[in-house]
């Protein structure tokens, strides 16, 4: 087995297996996250994401081995790790000020007091918390109060910062400024951050790489690119949000691979096909364009309009191709918006665009 370096494996986890008395919690798990990185654990609740970290934390002890920046970590106890984590229901001490919360950790390992002093004021000015210092928690909103544990967490200067659905607990909005302040702050103080969340969204726009964890194991790790056009599992794809999905037996010729799905629909599928007959694919429904008139194009067939919908700057529809349905979006441009539902249109998409899936859903 090769092994990369420190930088490639700056924190790795090495066949980590937890368990609750009988119960496996986390199955064998193998990580390993470069320097720098903002890795997200992206999975349903209830697999062990939480278990995970704090596993790493040291609050929990695991089989296996974790390393941080080349050194084992695991046996260490939680407070000389070099990690720092921030929770999701903030965990701030209610009766100490928002300047006492940063300045804990710092006090604890006994840093002399103008450092500590210099230390919080500054970490509070990049969280935006200026002017905050003798506020209590409970004298802040939800997102103040996680800057302050974000606060809380970046002042030690760990080497590992993780962070446990730190925005779940947050309305839409302030969850995008938020996830944006992470990575700004990730990014300026270069840490390395492990962030757990089961949103979809949330991974996808914030993260470097994506592990997608199910029932205690990884099932897939990349780049959201990776993630979700070249879905390993059939969990991943289903997590992903793979809704329409073709599947059947594939029939090729000199002329291409189809898959027919009834005698006016022969799908014309990406070459080369790879593999057994039996296929399924995913139409990403953002791919899709629709038109009055047929188009010359790899896939074009003509359905019924159903369930027209607006998300703010697009559109979202269903399109009825004689019993089979797809969904998808399209621009809210102002010929779009003349569309109506129960309308004849066209729909077509490349067949280079369809996302080959593995087998049947796990
Ligand atoms: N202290 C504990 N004792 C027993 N079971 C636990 C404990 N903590 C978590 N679990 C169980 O472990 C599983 C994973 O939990 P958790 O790691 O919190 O999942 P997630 O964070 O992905 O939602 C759940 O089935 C949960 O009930
Ligand atoms: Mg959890």
Known sequence: MTHGGIEERFL??????????????????NLA???????????????????????????IRCD?????????????????????????????????????????????????????????????????????????????????QQRVALARAVVLNPKLLLLDEPLSNLDAKLRKDLRK??????????ITSLFVTHDLEE???????????????????????????RPQTGFVADFVGHSNILAGKAHRDEGGAYLALSPKMSVRLPTPLEG????????????????????????????????????????????DFDGLEISGEIPASRENMKLAAGESVYAGWNASDMIALPGAPS
């Open 203 to 229: 991974a996808f726009s914030i993260s470097d790489r994506i592990a997608v964890m199910n029932h205690g194991r990884i099932e897939q790790f990349g780049t959201p690119a990776e993630i979700f056009n």
């Open 33 to 59: 996250i470069r320097r720098g990185e903002f890795v997200s654990i992206l999975g349903p609740s209830g697999c062990g994401k939480t278990t995970l970290l704090r596993s790493i934390a040291g609050f």
């Open 276 to 319: 057994p007959d039996d296929v399924r694919f995913a139409i990403p429904g953002h791919l899709l364009e629709i038109s009055s008139a047929p188009v010359a194009r790899d896939n074009c067939f003509p359905g019924r309009l159903r369930k027209l919908s607006y998300l703010g700057p697009a559109l979202s529809y269903v399109i």
């Open 64 to 144: 296996g081995q974790i390393r941080l920046a080349g050194g084992r970590i695991d046996t260490l106890p939680s407070n000389r790790r070099g990690a720092a984590m921030v929770f999701q229901n903030y965990a701030l001490f209610p009766h100490l000020s928002v300047f006492d919360n940063v300045g804990f950790g710092l006090r604890h390992h006994k840093v002399p007091k103008p450092e500590i002093e210099t230390r919080v004021r500054e970490v509070l000015a990049t969280v935006q918390l200026q002017g905050f210092e003798q506020r209590y928690p409970r004298e802040l909103s939800g997102g103040q």
């Open 181 to 190: 302040d992470f990575l700004r702050i990730h990014e300026a103080a270069g």
């Open 12 to 29: 790795d986890l090495v066949d980590v297996s937890i368990a609750f008395g009988k119960s496996a919690i986390v199955k064998h798990l």
